[in-house]
């Protein structure tokens, strides 16, 4: 049996570094966004960071103005996906169902990436001082 599969073993390892690959591209661009955001606004946040607004307050902005985005885009990309397993899986003697679970988890995973960087980018507007950033702007 290990000889009828093993052409799929290397398959599923060139999945898992190609999965590794994209999770990673992903975040980068996720953090890229984040930031390209966070330098578009950063005389309005500076402004509420003034005003007496709280990490939190900064950071569930950030996460609702972009957490829209990921949503959508996963929504998108879901009936795209499950045509390409269903063909994929198709070759196959077993057949499996393609649960929504997989999907569930890609959507979190996407979102906690997300926290992540927005926490990363109120971690760096909360070190800028704010007179020196103003007059920059």
Request: aromatic share 10%; no cysteine; glycine share 2%.
């Given at each position: 049996?290990?000889?009828?599969?093993?052409?799929?073993?290397?398959?599923?390892?060139?999945?898992?570094?190609?999965?590794?690959?994209?999770?990673?591209?992903?975040?980068?661009?996720?953090?890229?966004?984040?930031?390209?955001?966070?330098?578009?606004?950063?005389?309005?946040?500076?402004?509420?960071?003034?005003?007496?607004?709280?990490?939190?307050?900064?950071?569930?902005?950030?996460?609702?103005?972009?957490?829209?985005?990921?949503?959508?885009?996963?929504?998108?990309?879901?009936?795209?996906?499950?045509?390409?397993?269903?063909?994929w899986l198709q070759s196959y003697a077993?057949?499996?169902?393609?649960?929504?679970?997989?999907?569930?988890?890609?959507?979190?995973?996407?979102?906690?990436?997300?926290?992540?960087?927005?926490?990363?980018?109120?971690?760096?507007?909360?070190?800028?001082?704010?007179?020196?950033?103003?007059?920059?702007?």
């Amino acid at each position: 049996i290990k000889d009828l599969y093993r052409s799929d073993y290397k398959l599923l390892k060139a999945i898992y570094a190609g999965a590794f690959l994209t999770i990673l591209i992903a975040a980068i661009g996720l953090i890229n966004v984040s930031l390209l955001i966070l330098k578009s606004r950063t005389k309005e946040l500076l402004i509420r960071k003034v005003n007496g607004a709280s990490v939190y307050a900064i950071a569930k902005l950030l996460f609702k103005s972009q957490m829209k985005i990921i949503v959508i885009a996963n929504f998108i990309v879901m009936p795209v996906s499950v045509w390409f397993m269903k063909m994929w899986l198709q070759s196959y003697a077993l057949h499996i169902n393609v649960g929504a679970d997989i999907f569930l988890l890609t959507l979190a995973l996407s979102l906690f990436i997300l926290l992540f960087t927005t926490l990363l980018s109120v971690k760096i507007i909360y070190r800028r001082s704010v007179v020196s950033a103003l007059n920059r702007e």
